[in-house]
């Protein structure tokens, strides 16, 4: 095998792992953020799904600093109510422009009890976001 088959062989292997791994429609891209961002709540590693969050490009990094205080105090009281999120189930994903969108999904905690609720997703630079203010 000369260099040239060797090397096309390569970029052949390589093109087909990267394509293999990219989400085929922007609603698979939603989904994979979403659940990626509740599976960082459910492991507690707040700093991680802080930046899977859009807070809205008018507000300062004080306000924003704010409502992700206060956000976690909402998910500690959920915590303490329902127990730890256990699953999350995407049930639907609406586009309602390429680049806004609502994803209904549904939360298990280890209660037993469930939770039926809906968030809207912003796409910025690429990369989809929960937004956290209307």
């Known amino acids: 095998m000369n260099k040239w088959t060797r090397s096309l062989l390569v970029i052949l292997t390589c093109w087909t792992t990267f394509s293999a791994c990219e989400e085929k429609t922007p609603q698979?891209?939603?989904k994979n953020a979403f659940v990626k961002a509740m599976k960082l709540l459910e492991k507690g590693e707040m700093d991680k799904y802080y930046q899977c969050l859009d807070f809205g490009q008018e507000l300062d990094s004080l306000t924003q600093?704010?409502?992700?205080?206060m956000w976690t105090m909402?998910?500690?009281i959920k915590q303490k109510d329902k127990g730890k999120i256990i699953a999350?189930?995407?049930?639907?994903?609406?586009l309602t422009t390429d680049t806004l969108a609502?994803?209904?999904?549904?939360?298990?905690y280890e209660s037993g009890?469930?939770?039926?609720?809906a968030n809207k997703m912003v796409c910025k630079n690429g990369e989809w976001k929960i937004r956290v203010r209307n």
Not at 88 to 94: A, D, G, I, R, W
Not at 102 to 108: L, R
């Open 28 to 30: 698979e891209a939603l």
């Open 65 to 69: 600093a704010q409502i992700a205080k």
């Open 74 to 76: 909402h998910q500690l």
């Open 88 to 94: 999350t189930e995407v049930t639907k994903v609406e």
């Open 102 to 108: 609502t994803v209904y999904y549904k939360v298990k």
């Open 113 to 117: 009890n469930e939770e039926v609720s």
